[in-house]
């Protein structure tokens, strides 16, 4: 069944109202008329099933029928995954896949050898916002990931919470070295890897460093494996 995007300030008591861009999709690309059943998701878990109920030039209203559980639950894994900027289309598909794998945050990392130097983050913060939306929609997920705004690598091991990992190219422990948890905040660098200073940082704020063994891997690879490894030893992805 067709699913589509409305926060909670769309929520009527009854019914949900459609921005301009969901009821183009809903009208132009879908096709959908008037009693067509559709379900909707608020972004902060909740998921109901819709009827259409007005169809208008700029907004969409649908009668709630039932809120029912969503499509794709969410892991039981409180995952934040920090990435160093990549360059272009590398950073968007880290975030399309971390949110198919569950992630609960993404935190773009400035660091010392990261690809590129964002000028525009607000533009660039909308479209990975916009790319995590849609990837929810496909993979099931009722709750939004996180993405935040951009941060200096040192400002960002000050505040990461929970068992924090830090995944180095070389001299770390092994990853089943890492206790159980269902809390986890994993850092991964850039193509050129880390700084060997800022690995030090890490290891004082009680990072533990961990090296993956195997093949080298780029760096949007490299971000994608982890939070699969992560999800299928802590999460729900099994």
Not at 32 to 56: H, N, T
Not at 205 to 233: C, D, P, Y
Request: with cysteine; glycine share 6%.
């Amino acid at each position: 069944m067709r699913r589509f995007y409305a926060s909670i300030e769309q929520f009527q008591k009854e019914t949900i109202t459609l921005n301009l861009e969901e009821t183009r999709h809903l009208r132009d690309v879908l096709r959908l008329k008037e009693a067509a059943q559709v379900q909707v998701f608020d972004g902060d878990g909740r998921e109901f099933l819709c009827a259409v109920q007005a169809i208008g030039k700029k907004e969409t209203v649908l009668r709630i029928l039932e809120q029912i559980s969503p499509t794709a639950p969410e892991s039981d894994l409180d995952l934040t995954l920090a990435v160093a900027l990549l360059k272009g289309e590398k950073f968007d598909l880290v975030v399309q896949k971390a949110v198919e794998l569950g992630v609960t945050k993404l935190v773009p990392l400035n660091t010392k050898r990261a690809d590129v130097k964002l000028k525009d983050t607000d533009k660039r913060l909308e479209r990975w916002r916009k790319i995590a939306l849609e990837a929810a929609k496909q993979s099931g997920r009722a709750k939004l990931m996180t993405i935040e705004k951009p941060i200096e690598f040192k400002n960002f091991i000050e505040t990461a919470d929970g068992t924090r990992v830090l995944f180095a190219e070389y001299g770390g422990a092994r990853f089943s070295d890492i206790k159980e948890t269902k809390k986890i905040t994993a850092a991964v660098g850039a193509e050129g890897g880390w700084e060997a200073s800022e690995i030090e940082s890490a290891r004082e704020k009680e990072f533990q460093i961990v090296t993956l063994k195997g093949r080298i891997l780029r760096a949007e690879t490299a971000a994608i494996s982890i939070a699969t490894i992560l999800q299928h030893r802590f999460g729900d992805l099994i």
